[in-house]
């Protein structure tokens, strides 16, 4: 996406250097559980897909010049969204890293992992709501304000919203679906009532956008139409998946199978207990 004043796109280097770092390092590590077949700890291949299509969605939507729009389209940037703030953390996350991370790093990294997840910060922000007001909010502040013209004209204002949306992104799909350790993850006819407000809202601000009520997008009408048709079908394909993801995990609770305790139910994970992977 071509920034005005700008003669070439803003330099993507460094974050697709930490995605490829990372991949390599997720890579290495699947590997490593596979190789430990022997010893009934393997790793699921389905992960490992998981992950590369997640990093494969983000590195297309840092390189925004191979999407099927022009440069400084706003139809390209709708795409880079949904490749940014939802496919991408959909993949990454259901890819389950944390979990492999506790499998294959000593055991001091997991009681640090353990730490972590029990902070106050953790628990104040891993919780549906703040994840949806988060992820929502980020996109309702975007084309409902004028802070979209403020990041075509200011790069590293670009980055931090691009940042955002990965990071709300992940953080949603997370404590929504994500098979990773959670604290105080609420039930799941709880987070189906909220993953139901999350269609409601997005479908809302996608006809707004269509629309063309209340939004600070300088776009042609037609191409503000044809982006909030791929926001809206878009975003409900990524929600049935999200939906399927944490349905299918699903276990309902059976007295001595798991542990009492917020306590022991995260701190499960960290003992050599197998995982579903």
């Known amino acids: 996406m071509l920034m005005p004043g700008h003669g070439h796109p803003p330099s993507m280097v460094l974050p697709l250097v930490v995605l490829g770092l990372t991949s390599l390092l997720y890579f290495a ?7 430990r077949r022997r010893r009934g700890r393997s790793w699921s291949l389905w992960r490992t897909t998981a992950w ?3 990093a494969a969605a983000l590195a297309l939507g840092l ?15 709708m ?21 492999l991370v506790l499998r294959t790093a000593p055991a001091s990294v997991g009681r640090m992992i353990a730490r972590v997840l029990r902070s106050g910060w953790i628990r104040l922000w ?13 996109m309702a502040a975007l084309y409902f304000t004028p802070l979209y013209g403020a990041m075509m004209m200011k790069p590293w204002l670009h980055y931090l919203v691009h940042f955002h949306f990965v990071a709300a992104g992940c953080l949603y799909v997370w404590v929504i679906a994500g098979p990773d350790p959670a604290p105080r993850r609420p039930s799941v006819p709880t987070r189906l009532v909220v993953l139901g407000v999350a269609v409601v809202i997005h479908s809302t601000m996608a006809q707004l956008l269509y629309a ?37 995990t699903w276990r309902p609770h059976r007295g001595g199978d798991r542990p ?4 022991a139910a995260l701190m499960m994970p960290f003992r050599r207990r197998r995982l579903a992977a």
């Open 63 to 77: 390189l925004p010049r191979y999407l099927p729009f022009p440069a400084g389209d706003f139809r390209q940037h």
């Open 52 to 54: 590369a299509a997640g």
């Open 126 to 138: 891993a919780n549906p709501v703040s994840a949806l007001v988060l992820n929502l909010g980020g």
């Open 260 to 263: 009492r305790g917020r306590r």
């Open 79 to 99: 795409l880079q969204h949904l490749l940014l703030g939802m496919l991408a953390p959909l993949g990454l996350v259901m890819a389950a890293p944390i979990t």
């Open 212 to 248: 063309g009520l209340f939004v600070a997008i300088p776009a042609p009408s037609n191409h503000l139409r044809q982006a909030a048709e791929l926001m809206y079908y878009g975003g409900d394909i990524t929600e049935m998946l999200l939906a399927f993801a944490m349905v299918s």
């Open 29 to 35: 590590a699947a590997a490593y559980q596979l190789r």
